[in-house]
């Protein structure tokens, strides 16, 4: 049976202070999007029909949910009318809903799947009407305020521009979180007037109305005020980054992961990190990479969807999209992209770039390469400068490389072409056709030197100089010789 509860998101309002071409909503944090995040909030409320109410930026929202949350519903509110108005419009298109609504502004994405849980199972548990999760706060500029009766209990929920100065003073804010009855919700809705400094019809009107109809409202504290900051310009957007990282960060360590400097370490909310990796500063982990136990990433490093297997190690490298096999070393310098995949303690060095290329078991690239649509196998070296040209202008094509095949220092792979398996290529060949399994492929022109070149076509020079003094020096050496050879030959080992 699927759950009765809905989940409603509030994502329609344009963001003014964001100055942004795209919908406040879709403004990232650690990887996912304001509305991401909220999504991921509200996940274990386990709704059984989850409502996103779209309008600035309708389509991109839309077009978003889709990608990553396929099973919520876009409601279209074409005029922000208030979040009272975008609620009502919600629930016009959920006629049906029962039992516990739940509301959720589209951009407070600190706000913790836990606290949600606790917000709903208080509601739930005390019968109330309404229940709003609220939050004491040092600064409560720009935020609606909780203003209690004598008794305590809830009596209104005031926005700032609203407030009297009094009520300005409370620092309990509404973190624009709340639980509902639906029927009760939906009773109030229709009575929600205009009459405020921003002419809307206001969500937080709702608790005022249904007590004054003596329903019960209750609030639900937030025991980490840190989960409610909303976001409304991209320094508040950095702020929660920063925020965000050092949760997720002190989430890890606490897991057993070694975060050398936290500060400077950016983990995505989707990265997955094993005991005892170690991360090392200045490094960015981003969408699905794992970390497995024992590996070293960093420092300056980023890695973006991309597998470190147990006991590798990442130094000043920039991956994207690769599997790095056990006990595989990477770096420094080095710039993996998709589609490379290292074997157990394989080996890229510096200066590297790598792309769709498979590494055996303990293969070797260790300097100065580009290794594009190839397949490396076991034990095969690569030497310092090798180009695998794997364009031809017009359609990429595939370089083998055979298993303990030694590729001299540079030569040009031009694909598509196989090094057989315990062939060698000889350095600074161009190879263009098959290398048979253990012959020597090399295209080398033979070497010339020409006698006395420097003499006759530089003279003068310091190159020059240094020929005659070493010419001077060679006549030197085999007047001596001569001598030498002759006292050898009479059996005089005296020296002069
Ligand atoms: C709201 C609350 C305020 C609370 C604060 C917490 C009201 C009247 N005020 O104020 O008490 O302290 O959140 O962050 O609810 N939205 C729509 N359609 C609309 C208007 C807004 O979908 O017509 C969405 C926005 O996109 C946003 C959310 O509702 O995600 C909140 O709207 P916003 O204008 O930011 O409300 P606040 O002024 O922050
Ligand atoms: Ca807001």
Not at 377 to 382: E, L, R, T
Not at 411 to 417: G, H, N, Q, R, Y
Not at 448 to 453: E, F, K, L, M, Q
Request: aromatic share 4%; charged share 20%; proline share 4%.
């Amino acid at each position: 049976m699927t759950s009765s509860r809905t989940v409603v998101i509030l994502a329609a309002g344009e963001g003014k202070r964001m100055k942004s071409a795209l919908p406040k909503v879709l403004h990232e944090l650690l990887g996912r999007t304001l509305v991401g995040h909220v999504l991921a909030a509200a996940a274990p409320v386990d709704a059984g029909r989850t409502l996103v109410v779209v309008g600035h930026g309708a389509d991109a929202v839309t077009a978003h949910l889709a990608a990553v949350a396929p099973a919520a519903v876009p409601v279209l509110q074409a005029v922000q009318n208030g979040t009272g108005h975008a609620v009502r419009i919600a629930l016009d298109a959920a006629t049906d809903a029962r039992g516990t609504v739940v509301v959720l502004n589209g951009d407070v994405p600190l706000l913790r799947a836990e606290t949600v849980t606790a917000l709903v199972e208080a509601h739930e548990a005390t019968g109330a009407a309404a229940t709003v999760l609220a939050a004491s706060v040092d600064d409560p500029t720009g935020l609606g305020r909780i203003v209690r009766s004598a008794d305590g209990s809830l009596e209104r929920i005031v926005e700032e521009r609203d407030a009297s100065d009094p009520q300005r003073a409370i620092r309990e804010i509404n973190a624009g979180i709340y639980a509902f009855d639906a029927v009760a919700l939906r009773a109030a809705l229709g009575k929600l007037s205009t009459d405020n400094d921003q002419g809307e019809e206001y969500l937080t009107d709702v608790f005022a109305l249904l007590g004054d109809a003596g329903e019960r409202v209750a609030v639900h504290l937030a025991l980490d005020p840190t989960e409610t900051l909303g976001c409304n310009d991209r320094a508040e957007l950095a702020s929660l980054r920063a925020l965000l990282r050092d949760r997720v960060n002190r989430d890890w360590m606490r897991s057993g992961v070694t975060i050398l400097d936290p500060a400077t370490t950016w983990v995505d909310v989707t990265v997955t990190l094993s005991r005892d990796a170690v991360i090392d500063q200045n490094s960015q982990l981003y969408g699905t990479t794992t970390v497995a136990s024992g590996a070293v990433v960093g420092p300056d490093t980023t890695l973006v969807d991309t597998v470190v297997s147990e006991g590798a190690s990442v130094l000043r490298a920039h991956v994207v999209g690769a599997r790095i096999g056990v006990e595989a070393t990477v770096g420094p310098y080095s710039y993996l992209r998709p589609g490379t995949v290292l074997g157990a303690k394989a080996k890229v060095g510096g200066f590297v770039e790598t792309k769709n290329a498979v590494l055996g078991d303990g293969a070797k690239v260790p300097h100065l390469t580009y290794a594009g649509d190839a397949t490396i196998g076991a034990k095969a070296n690569i030497g310092a400068g090798t180009i695998f040209a794997n364009y031809d202008g017009v359609a990429k094509h595939h370089t083998t490389v055979g298993d303990a095949a030694f590729v001299g220092s540079d030569s040009v792979l031009i694909a598509p072409v196989e090094i057989g398996p315990g062939a060698y290529v000889a350095a600074g060949s161009a190879i263009a056709s098959d290398v048979p399994p253990g012959a020597l492929g090399v295209t080398r022109a033979p070497q010339r030197s020409v006698d006395g070149w420097v003499a006759r076509k530089r003279p003068g020079t310091v190159s020059d100089a240094a020929a005659r003094a070493a010419a001077a020096e060679g006549e030197q050496l085999h007047g001596e010789q001569d001598r030498g050879d002759a006292n050898s030959a009479t059996g005089d080992t005296a020296s002069e």
